[in-house]
């Protein structure tokens, strides 16, 4: 059984509180069809992007886990993202297909994401976990990689391998751009949000959606 805060990250219709009921109704933000709407949800203050990481009002206080909400910020990260049109083509189904090198940190998160994702009609998503790092990899498979921190000594190795393939590098390391990564998702506070290396998605022919820029915390350019 689906529990409520999987429910509430990702469901079939959007509901956008008003300011004036924000806290009573933080809880019933809902993502929807066309990309989760993250934009819109940044600039009402409304419930993934405002409350603290740790709690959130749905129905009761319920805690959702760290890796659920950045599960859900990989999926939107693909929706914000213009590719290539041969990588567009590059899965038969329509899926979008993220990728994970080095050990995971999300547990059940993606697996859980990928059928919330399915079972309300969005645009699907595939998982590839490809483990620790190995030289003869071919990571250019997939449409977003995240490249887990256990693999910090490897970023330059990894981001050199793609030779600017078209593909989105995400990780949660902070000295993950300075190795060519193109966002690196970081603690605000009590809040997850991101860095993107400009320059680096440029070189790989990805273009990111402007407002996906302007919320960023820092952008390198």
Same mark, same amino acid.
């Given at each position: 059984?689906?529990?409520?805060?999987?429910?509430?990250?990702?469901?079939? %219709?959007?509901?956008? @509180?008003? @300011?004036?009921?924000?806290?009573?109704?933080?809880?019933?933000?809902?993502?929807?069809?066309?990309?989760? *709407?993250?934009?819109?949800?940044?600039?009402?203050?409304?419930?993934?992007?405002?409350?603290?990481? #740790?709690?959130? =009002? &749905?129905?009761?206080?319920?805690?959702?886990?760290?890796?659920?909400?950045?599960?859900?910020?990989?999926?939107?990260?693909?929706?914000?993202? #213009?590719? @290539?049109?041969?990588?567009?083509?590059? =899965?038969?189904?329509? +899926?979008?297909?993220?990728?994970?090198?080095?050990?995971? @940190?999300?547990?059940?998160?993606?697996?859980?994401?990928?059928?919330?994702?399915?079972?309300?009609?969005?645009?699907?998503?595939?998982?590839?976990?490809?483990?620790? &790092? #190995?030289?003869?990899?071919? $990571?250019?498979?997939?449409?977003?990689?995240?490249?887990?921190? /256990?693999?910090?000594?490897?970023?330059? %190795?990894?981001?050199?391998?793609?030779?600017?393939?078209?593909?989105?590098?995400? /990780?949660?390391?902070?000295?993950?751009?300075?190795?060519?990564?193109?966002?690196?998702?970081?603690? =605000?506070?009590?809040?997850?949000?991101?860095?993107?290396?400009?320059? +680096?998605?440029?070189?790989?022919?990805?273009?990111?959606?402007?407002? *996906?820029?302007?919320?960023?915390? %820092?952008? $390198?350019?």
């Amino acid at each position: 059984m689906r529990s409520p805060e999987r429910n509430l990250l990702i469901t079939d %219709k959007v509901s956008l @509180p008003c @300011p004036e009921d924000r806290a009573a109704r933080a809880g019933y933000v809902q993502f929807g069809r066309l990309a989760i *709407l993250f934009v819109f949800l940044i600039s009402l203050f409304s419930f993934v992007w405002a409350v603290p990481l #740790q709690k959130v =009002s &749905y129905a009761q206080q319920q805690v959702v886990k760290e890796y659920e909400l950045k599960a859900v910020y990989l999926y939107n990260f693909l929706q914000f993202v #213009q590719w @290539p049109q041969s990588k567009r083509m590059l =899965s038969k189904d329509g +899926a979008m297909v993220i990728g994970v090198v080095g050990e995971s @940190p999300f547990g059940d998160a993606l697996e859980d994401l990928q059928a919330d994702v399915r079972t309300s009609g969005m645009k699907p998503v595939r998982i590839i976990y490809y483990g620790v &790092y #190995q030289e003869d990899m071919d $990571l250019g498979s997939c449409h977003l990689l995240f490249v887990s921190a /256990s693999e910090r000594r490897n970023f330059r %190795k990894i981001i050199s391998g793609l030779k600017d393939a078209p593909v989105l590098t995400v /990780s949660e390391h902070e000295n993950f751009l300075a190795s060519g990564g193109m966002i690196a998702m970081v603690q =605000s506070g009590d809040k997850v949000r991101w860095m993107i290396n400009r320059p +680096a998605a440029d070189r790989a022919g990805l273009r990111l959606n402007a407002q *996906l820029l302007s919320i960023a915390v %820092k952008v $390198l350019d």
